[in-house]
């Protein structure tokens, strides 16, 4: 069972003929998928595929022209971004969004849901409220950091990591809402081979625990590696879904990712 969210840990999140344009641009064309609770979910597909866009949709930063978003049996389309985000969904970015100057630490601290400085004007003037901060939010983020191996750099400033650190603290972030449903836009862009190992375990050991994930992700072996099921989207559409194996070995698969016409 996850802490602060007892009862919800058993959701599933899906996703039914979903349709939206960007100007008149079809980005998303009547996509259903289903994130079912405590597997983890891979979404592939080639560049501007509508992975991105999904995820938004999935995560309330972006209404949808038609279909509908469930959390359960509940219907979510019209819940507002920090309303899902309470209700157990949070995301990460394809780009990392730590805040550059302030500490790896204190980007935790400030991701926790009631942070102590409840503003940011707060935390930038006010340093003293990141020593107040309650314990409970500064000792999962120093476990977070340890699991990530990010502990010795916990008072660098997030602007000085690799890329591949960002995006493990990225992943931080996510876990610090505690939420049981995490939505990943390429977890592996830009990590090293190591890096990326050490973070493939640590989402499987979350699973372990009981999280849910969907992965948006280019890295194939990480996708084999992690994933339950996979979901192929190709001009804003499911081309197919299934095992790793399954989907590969799919003929227009191959021709999507060749940027043949089907
Ligand atoms: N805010 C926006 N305004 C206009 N067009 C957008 C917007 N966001 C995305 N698009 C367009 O929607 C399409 C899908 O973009 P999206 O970012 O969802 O793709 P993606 O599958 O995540 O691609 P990538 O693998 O490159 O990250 C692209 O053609 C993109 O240009
Ligand atoms: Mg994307």
Redesign the pocket.
């Known amino acids: 069972m996850i802490p602060g969210h007892a009862g919800r840990t058993g959701l599933a999140l899906s996703a039914h003929d979903i349709t939206l344009s ?2 008149g ?1 079809q ?1 998303l064309r009547g996509v259903t998928l289903h994130i079912e609770p405590g597997r983890i979910t891979g979404i592939v ?10 995820f ?1 949709v999935l995560a309330g930063s972006t209404a949808p022209d038609a279909g509908t978003v469930r959390l359960g049996e509940r219907d979510i389309t019209r819940l507002p971004m920090h309303r899902r985000a309470r209700a157990g969904i949070a995301r990460t970015f ?1 780009l990392a969004r730590e805040l550059d100057s302030l500490t790896v630490l204190e980007n935790l601290l400030l991701a926790a849901p009631n942070n102590p400085g409840e503003s940011l004007w707060h935390i930038f003037t006010d340093r003293g409220a990141i020593r107040a901060a309650e314990g409970a939010a500064l000792e999962h983020a120093l476990t977070l950091l340890q699991r990530t191996r990010l502990l010795r750099l916990a008072d660098a400033p997030a602007g000085s990591l690799s890329g591949g650190q960002k995006k493990l603290l990225e992943l931080c972030r996510a876990l610090m809402l505690e939420a049981p449903i995490i939505l990943l ?2 977890p592996a862009a830009g990590v090293n081979p190591a890096l990326m190992e050490e973070l493939a375990a640590f989402i499987s050991e979350l699973r372990g625990e009981g999280r849910t994930f969907a992965i ?1 992700e ?1 890295n194939m072996d990480l996708i084999a590696a992690l994933c339950d099921t996979i979901y192929v ?1 190709a001009d ?1 559409a499911v081309l197919t879904e299934g095992a790793f194996a399954k989907v590969t070995a799919d003929r227009r698969v191959q021709d999507a990712y060749l940027g043949v016409t089907l």
């Open positions: 960007y100007d641009f980005v597909g080639p560049n501007g595929a509508g992975k991105s866009s999904l938004n394809q836009d390429e948006v280019h989207l804003g």
